[in-house]
């Protein structure tokens, strides 16, 4: 029998690969994904606070929209309070949908990448056309909005087919984020040349934990101390990232953002010069400068 591989990076324990350090000698990279999403009414993909009834389900749709009318705006209140930065993961069509949100985040000099059109679907279920024509358009609406190309790609919903980092890695595209393989920065292989996978969480993404999983914003914030406080200590050994996932439907709400300010104010209060607070953009941008 022959096990099916992806061929896109080769097998590489931790513990034996070069040391380096991230900027300021710093050990341990840490930045918030803050996605910034949008929904259809009446169709398409979208979590759920409860099963969902017939279309139009107006309970979880009013549900997701509550992340950006308030909740977004809640943890954008947050993050400039604690003078944090983040890399927001943004559906192009939210331009439209909700204007003044994304615009936001990059007023505040956040990083805006790309995060599909819309997170009512997926792009790895479609030919490889559709799929090519998805990236592109997502990609022209960014850099229209922001005056420059996005640097990175997570996927709406994770979704990739066979070829996704092959076409993203055409469409100029440095790195991608949804490979949860590893805590450092992976090169992948593509027909064209290389691409740079930057970790992002699924175990520290609030989707997983708090939808998946039903926890609550208090143990979500438990589990992202607890997280920093092995990666910290990992880090003196050798160089980690840590991202924490995050929407506004979810931590923006009120009964949980205050457990997240808890949690992001221990990162602060215990880090010190061991952390790097950047942005996904950052984290690929240094790793490159490395030549490693």
Not at 55 to 69: E, S
Not at 98 to 118: S, V
Not at 247 to 266: C, D, I, N, S
């Amino acid at each position: 029998m022959t096990l099916a591989q992806h061929s896109r990076y080769a097998f590489s324990p931790i513990t034996a690969r070069p040391d380096f350090s991230w900027p300021g000698g710093a050990r341990l990279a840490v930045y918030l994904g803050m996605n910034i999403e949008c929904f259809a009414f009446g169709a398409g993909l979208g979590a759920e606070l409860t099963p969902g009834g017939p279309q139009p389900d107006v309970l979880n749709y009013a549900w997701r929209d509550y992340g950006n009318r308030v909740g977004a705006w809640r943890m954008l209140e947050l993050f400039d309070r604690l003078e944090l930065p983040c890399t927001a993961l943004v559906n192009s069509r939210i331009y439209d949908v909700a204007p003044g949100l994304a615009e936001a985040f990059q007023a505040r000099g956040d990083e805006i990448a790309g995060h599909g059109r819309t997170n009512a679907e997926r792009q790895g279920i479609l030919p490889e056309a559709e799929e090519r024509d998805l990236i592109v358009e997502a990609t022209q609406v960014l850099t229209e909005r922001t005056g420059a190309a996005p640097k990175g790609w997570l996927g709406p919903w994770i979704s990739q087919s066979a070829v996704t980092p092959d076409l993203l890695q055409e469409a100029g595209y440095d790195y991608l984020l949804d490979w949860c393989h590893d805590d450092q920065p992976t090169w992948m292989a593509t027909r064209g040349g290389r691409i740079l996978s930057v970790p992002y969480p699924q175990e520290l993404n609030d989707i997983p934990q708090i939808v998946g999983r039903r926890r609550e914003g208090a143990e979500f914030a438990d589990m992202i101390i607890d997280a920093f406080d092995v990666m910290a200590e990992e880090s003196a050994r050798r160089p980690l990232v840590m991202g924490i996932a995050l929407h506004g439907y979810l931590m923006g709400q009120p009964h949980r953002l205050k457990h997240l300010e808890r949690a992001l104010r221990h990162i602060r209060r215990q880090g010190g010069d061991r952390v790097w607070w950047t942005t996904a953009g950052a984290i690929s941008d240094h790793h490159r400068a490395l030549g490693l």
